[in-house]
């Protein structure tokens, strides 16, 4: 899963990615507002979190300007501004969690994670797939009770296709959602890591949809 990070605390900054890749998210820095809003607008991220008080143009000003544009994905706002209007801005502003400093590094994972689970429709932590078995609070999979060793890259693939599960997800799409901005993008990666994982389970649930991508689906009766 793909996270953007706007702060302008170079050392917070730092310590949110630091955090957030290592519970296996895909994590992305902005240092100030119009960096965070132009990427907002033209990359595709699973969730954003977004400090209000940004240089060049303000947190609030930046979601606000995301919600007109019709950008959807989940907002976590940490912001040392704890009073009642303050966080009725955000909200009000497109905000869906809030969160003030000081916090736990640890409690932004799991907010996030559950930003992430309830904006693709899920309730509990777990998401299951026949024997498939991906755990959202400990970034793990199993089969039929038996872990998957995957890489990085591999569990975000099949996370993605999890939070999905039943729809066709182009590879342009799983693209980015498992690479950064900076990475060279060949979808034939794509195509590999699926062959990988289909390897490290026992059973076949991601299908190909010849031309359009992949669905990951029940097993046959």
């Known amino acids: 899963m793909r996270i953007l990070i706007a702060e302008d605390e170079p050392t917070l900054g730092t310590q949110l990615s630091e955090t957030l890749s290592a519970a296996g998210f895909l994590a992305e820095l902005a240092h100030d507002g119009e960096e965070a809003q132009y990427l907002g607008e033209v990359e595709t991220y699973d969730a954003v979190v977004l400090d209000l008080g940004l240089p060049k143009i303000d947190g609030l000003s930046v979601l606000a300007h995301w919600r007109d544009l019709g950008r959807t994905m989940p ?11 303050d966080k009725l801005a955000g909200f009000n502003a497109g905000a869906d969690d809030y969160l003030t400093k000081p916090f736990e590094m640890q409690e932004v994972v799991v907010r996030l994670r559950a930003l ?42 099949l996370a993605y296709l999890m939070h999905h599960a039943g729809k066709v997800i182009s590879r342009s799409e799983l693209m980015e959602h498992v690479y950064d901005r900076d990475s060279e993008r060949d979808s034939n990666v794509i195509d590999v890591l699926i062959g990988r994982i289909r390897k490290k389970m026992s059973v076949n649930l991601i299908q190909t949809a010849r031309g359009q991508g992949y669905r990951l689906a029940q097993p046959e009766a």
């Not at 907002?75 to 209007?85: Q, S, Y």
């Not at 509990?124 to 998957?148: F, H, M, Q």
């Open 75 to 85: 907002v976590l706002i940490l912001t040392a501004r704890g009073r009642w209007p």
């Open 116 to 157: 992430i689970r309830r904006s693709a429709g899920h309730a509990k932590t777990e998401l299951i797939c026949g024997p498939l078995t991906v755990d959202t609070s400990t970034a793990s999979a199993t089969v039929n009770s038996v872990p998957l060793h995957l890489t990085a890259q591999e569990f975000r693939i």
